[in-house]
């Protein structure tokens, strides 16, 4: 069965895990702005991981890159999850709004739906997968 959502060139298919091992290193804190938001795609195995950490008030959350409304990245552009004013996570296809910190979406197509989680750690000033 196919995954919704685009679709890479013929030759350029990928396969997609929805979730990562414990204490891998992504980024410095320091390196995320607040509010701030940045992507990562992990290779495990022969799979790939995509996913997004922002930070707001001094905390960081993680989430799968997926939309819950049609299962689409929700970022047009690279790294830019947030509205412009930095308050919320934005889809960008199709406008659903969450909040940065619990994923719970507050607007759009998807209202009352969540992102998934992606269990992310901040030790010794690092980022990391839980």
């Known amino acids: ?8 060139a013929p030759g350029l298919e990928r ?3 929805w979730a990562t091992p414990p204490n891998v290193p992504l980024c410095a804190e320091a390196d995320l702005a607040d509010p701030g938001s940045r992507s990562f795609v992990l290779q495990i195995g022969e799979a790939f991981f995509h996913g997004f950490v922002v930070r707001k008030d001094g905390q960081v959350a993680g989430y799968v890159d ?4 049609q299962g689409f990245p929700l970022a047009i552009e690279l790294d830019r999850y947030l509205t412009p ?6 889809c960008g296809w199709h406008g659903a709004v969450f909040e940065p910190l619990t994923g719970a979406c507050t607007g759009g197509p998807c209202a009352g739906g969540r992102l998934t ?8 000033g690092m980022v990391r997968t839980a």
């Open 1 to 8: 069965m196919s995954e919704p959502g685009p679709q890479p």
């Open 15 to 17: 396969r997609r895990v």
């Open 66 to 69: 997926r939309c819950p409304h």
């Open 85 to 90: 004013d930095g308050s919320l996570i934005l």
């Open 117 to 124: 989680p992606w269990p992310v750690t901040v030790t010794g």
